[in-house]
């Protein structure tokens, strides 16, 4: 489950190398900001040779309740950070049919926003996992509470870089 859910995350973000060991590294205080209290196996990887950093964890949120809430945004907010535009409020779910999808579970309920501050991209993503009903066929609602949350934030090099990778990603910010 782990291999696949860092692996999916990492495909997504162009990142296929292999975390280094994490000492000595400057955290942001993102990362604090948006682990709720309850959360359960956390892990930090350090991914800073191709400027990114990454938390993951776990919690239990009935649906369609969200992992994170909007006091955690609003923190982010308060902090300097601009919430990209986004097309989906909601959850969106759809079957798995790829090698990474976890057995047993291929429908995927995911959720994600992005924030930039500066020359730095916020990535959060929520995602639920959940059986099938049949022939490809997902439920409306998933069969259990379990969300996997991946916060991965990077650094461009200069704006021009952050947004042609907005560009690439289909996502609108509002960049300064």
Known sequence: MKITKVFTVLAVAGVFTIPGLVVGVDWPTEFDLLTPNDAADIERRDFSDDGKLQLDFSVKRS?????????????????????????????????????????????????????????????VIQRRYSKHEGVKSCPATPDNNDIDVTVLYEKYETPQELKSALRIMDISCATR
């Not at 609003?74 to 976890?102: I, P, V």
């Open 63 to 123: 649906y369609p309740r969200f992992a994170l809430d909007r006091e955690q945004y609003a923190k982010l907010h308060k902090n300097g950070w601009t919430e990209c535009k986004t097309k989906r409020d909601e959850w969106f779910h759809f079957y798995d049919a790829s090698a990474q999808a976890m057995p047993g579970k291929h429908c995927r309920y995911s959720f994600s926003k992005h924030f930039v501050r500066g020359p730095y991209l916020l990535f």
